[in-house]
């Protein structure tokens, strides 16, 4: 769940009908809300939003026999259309650019993907067939300003790993790969795709990471299975853990630790933001001293947090139902 480039309009996905579908809505225009899915897919979807305000959606993540395919939707173009003819927004978005038949070697950018990506250098994780036709992790490069593409294949892992996130830090030097279940990521150079480093916290904490860089701080926030584990972004050292679910609560018939979604800063960094699903709530945590300031209840079971500063408040999505809802925060 992200804002587009405007501010105005907020992107998710949710499953509907047997589709991983991802849907657009501008709140707050005063008029009927319209919930628009703009993709759907039978298996994964995926979507990523760019600095140059492009939204990038992937069909089939994170492998498709022959590899992946991009398509390159423009956000400031979704925003005006969903508020002047958000009924006719499908058939109005035409002529989207689309990327696919990636290589090991460099190849060409067409030029409405050229045109699309704007001078920036974007990297995708998934997984890609190498030259012999095996299915490897891998990263998609999409380099704007050298006008190429290719695949790299992460040489590091087993073939088996599946990638998750791919987070870039502020600085853009490095960028940090979430492997699926596990107690394990990897730093990653930016240029090179090379192992730069890793990060392993305890096993029994094994579950989805996520990484959020502090905005302001030399600091990576890890979630991981009940705790959120607090790193100096540039030495990878541990500089402490933040308990947030040390219940047991029951999930699924079970009785289980309950685990954490994302994790969000507030617009001054003085305080993050960390969803529950299990306790149904956000947790309020001074960056500073990493104690619990406050907490939100809410009415859904909160997986993915989206902050909106400009309008002052923080919208919420359900784990089970991938209903949104939002409650005023500034």
Known sequence: MFLGPTGDTLFYKRRVDGLDALFV???????VEVH????????????WPTRGGRIIVCNGWPRVDGGLRFRFYDGRQISELLGRQAPNLNTLLTDVPTLGDFKAERSALPVPVFEAVQGERIVLPGIAPDATGRQRPSVYEIDGQGAVYRTVPLTFLKDTALPGGLATEPNEKRRWLTVGDS???????????????????????????RVA???????????????????????????????????????RGERVLGFIGTVAFSQDGGKALVARPLSGD???????????????????????????????????QSLRNGNVSWFPYR
């Not at 628009?36 to 979507?47: C, E, F, T, V």
């Not at 107690?183 to 579950?207: C, K, N, R, S």
């Open 25 to 31: 809505f501008q709140p707050d225009t005063g008029r």
């Open 36 to 47: 628009a899915q703009i993709a759907g897919s039978k298996d994964q979807l995926r979507a």
């Open 183 to 209: 107690h394990h990521l990897f730093v990653l150079d930016a240029e090179t795709h090379e192992l730069a480093g890793d990060v392993i916290w305890p096993a029994e904490q094994q579950g989805l990471a």
């Open 213 to 251: 860089f502090h905005p302001v701080r030399d600091e990576a926030w890890i979630s991981a299975l009940s705790s959120i584990f607090v790193y100096r972004r540039s030495t990878l050292q541990l500089l402490g853990e933040v308990p947030v679910e040390e219940e047991l609560r029951w999930h």
């Open 282 to 316: 956000v947790l309020e945590v001074d960056v500073v001293t990493r104690k619990r300031v406050g907490r939100f209840p809410v009415v859904i079971d909160p997986l993915e947090l989206c902050s909106a500063p400009g309008v002052g408040r923080v919208y919420v």
